[in-house]
C-alpha cells in the first residue's frame, strides 16, 4: 500500500490541484473521497484546524491547505520541478498563487452566483480581478513561461470550472473581447495532457451547477 493518501472531493478545484502535482511527479496515492457533510474521524484528526480537504497523508503525517501541499509535494519527492528553481521566480509565483486564491477566485465565485441588483457589482469587481491575471499573461503561454507550473495548477478552477458554472448559470465572466490573454492560456491549458487526464468529468459537473443554479432561483 502507498504511503501517500489524499483526503478530497472528486469535483473540489481543490483536490486536483494535488492530484496533478501528485502526478507530474509521478507519485503512487490513494484517494479518499470525503462526504463534506459528514466529515470523517479522519479528516477531523488531520485537519483540526481548518476541517477541511484537501489534506495529504505521508507515512501518515497530515499536510493541509492545497498550496502548502503542492510545495510540499514538489520538495519531497523526485521529479520534474513544479515550481521554478530560481528564489525570485519562486517568490513570483507564489505572489500569483495567492493573489488568485485570495482575490480573483474569490471574486469569480460570487460573480458567478450573484443574482438582482449586487450581479453588475460583483461582475465588474470580477473584471478588476481577472484583467490583472490577463495582463500578467501578456506574451506568455503559461504563466511561468513555456511550460505548466504552480500558478496554472493554482488557476485550475480559472481554467476549468468557471466555464462550466457559466453555463449552468448563464452568467458570462470570461470572453475573448475581455480577456485575449486568458482565453488563449486557457485554450493551451485544456489541450495539455496532464489537464485532460486529470479533470473531474465536465458532464457531472455540469449536472451538480445546474442543479445547484435551479435550487437559487
Excluded at 488531520?46 to 505521508?58: A, C, D, E, G, R
Excluded at 455540469?206 to 445547484?212: D, E, G
Aim: charge should be negative.
Amino acid at each position: 500500500m502507498s504511503g501517500v493518501k489524499l483526503l478530497g472531493v472528486n469535483g473540489s478545484p481543490a483536490s486536483r490541484r494535488v492530484e496533478w502535482a501528485l502526478k507530474i511527479k509521478g507519485v503512487e496515492y490513494e484517494f479518499i473521497e470525503e462526504d463534506l457533510q459528514n466529515k470523517s474521524p479522519l479528516l477531523l484528526q488531520s485537519n483540526p484546524v481548518y476541517k477541511k480537504i484537501p489534506v495529504l497523508l505521508h507515512n501518515g503525517k497530515p499536510i493541509a491547505e492545497s498550496l502548502v501541499i503542492i510545495e510540499y509535494i514538489d520538495e519531497a519527492f523526485e521529479g520534474p520541478s513544479i515550481l521554478p528553481e530560481h528564489p525570485y521566480d519562486r517568490a513570483i509565483a507564489r505572489f500569483w498563487a495567492k493573489f488568485l486564491d485570495d482575490k480573483c477566485l474569490p471574486a469569480a465565485w460570487k460573480a458567478l452566483w450573484s443574482q438582482g441588483d449586487e450581479q453588475e457589482k460583483d461582475k465588474e469587481e470580477a473584471y478588476e480581478a481577472l484583467k490583472v491575471v490577463d495582463n500578467e499573461l501578456k506574451d506568455k503561454k503559461f504563466f511561468g513561461g513555456e511550460k505548466i507550473g504552480f500558478v496554472d495548477i493554482v488557476a485550475n478552477f480559472v481554467g476549468f470550472w468557471i466555464g462550466i458554472i457559466e453555463e449552468a448559470t448563464g452568467v458570462v465572466l470570461v470572453t475573448s473581447e475581455k480577456f485575449p490573454n486568458l482565453c488563449a492560456w486557457r485554450d493551451e491549458y485544456l489541450n495539455c495532457n496532464h489537464v485532460k487526464e486529470n479533470m473531474p468529468s465536465r458532464e457531472m459537473l455540469l449536472a451538480y451547477f445546474k442543479a445547484r443554479a435551479q435550487a437559487a432561483k
